[in-house]
């Protein structure tokens, strides 16, 4: 069973980056999409972006100036790095997988999520 | 403001038949991408329901069932219970955005 647990400071400040990492266990990294997605408090899912096992990237074009999404494949790990943050960063981020079949691509393994508040 | 329209809420008694739907556009649903469906009980993270339209994961109860038609997707519950109270979200990729994209979700109420 493919577990994903997110880590990184839970509290930021204004103009600064954020900065997570996601640790994958029980399934390697190589061979998947793997993605953040965030959901401001009582709000709803925003894609982020996705990398590849091999690094390539895709980000989500409302974000992609601010937006690095890198992977070590060596440690099973990928990271976020969101710069020059506000208050509507403010969101609880998730790790996933990201999978397809025959179609199009979804979200098949979550992490737990983790809160990241930007306050000064 | 999302480019999938969902019903902000729905409720149903315990085993009534509950539908939500999932409206998009030309450029996403109605240009084929798949729908997807996620479950999201309080508290805790998102959890893959439905994908590929209508396909069901391992582990995922044969209440829940999804649909798509034209500009539009729809997941019903049959059976509703209490432990179905939860928001659900669809999900679609829109190609004039670039981006992958989520309904605003729909919170579900057993009365």
């Known amino acids: 069973q493919v577990q994903l647990q997110e880590s990184g400071p839970g509290l930021v400040k204004p103009s600064e980056t954020l900065s997570l990492t996601c640790t994958v266990s029980g399934g390697s990294v190589n061979g998947y999409f793997w993605s953040w997605i965030r959901q401001p408090p009582g709000k709803g899912l925003e894609w982020i972006g996705f990398v590849y096992s091999s690094g390539s990237t895709n980000y989500n074009p409302s974000l992609q100036s601010r937006v690095t999404i890198s992977i070590d494949t060596s440690k099973n790990q990928f990271s976020l790095s969101l710069t020059s943050v506000t208050a509507a960063d403010t969101a609880v981020y998730y790790c996933?997988?990201?999978?397809?079949?025959?179609?199009?691509?979804?979200?098949?393994?979550w992490g737990q999520g983790t809160l990241v508040a930007v306050s000064a | 403001q999302s480019v999938l329209t969902q019903p902000p809420a729905v409720s149903g008694a315990p085993g009534q038949r509950v539908t939500i739907s999932c409206t998009g556009s030309s450029s996403n649903i109605g240009t084929g991408y798949e729908v997807h469906w996620y479950q999201q009980l309080p508290g805790r993270a998102p959890q893959l329901l439905i994908y590929g339209n209508s396909n069901r994961p391992s582990g995922v109860p044969d209440r829940f069932s999804g649909s798509k038609s034209g500009t539009s997707a729809s997941l019903a519950i049959t059976g509703l219970q209490a432990e179905d109270e939860a928001d659900y979200y669809c999900q679609s990729y829109d190609n004039s955005l670039g981006a992958y994209v989520f309904g605003a979700g729909t919170k579900v109420t057993v009365l």
């Open positions: 996933a997988r990201a999978r397809r079949d025959y179609g199009d691509y979804f979200f098949d393994y």
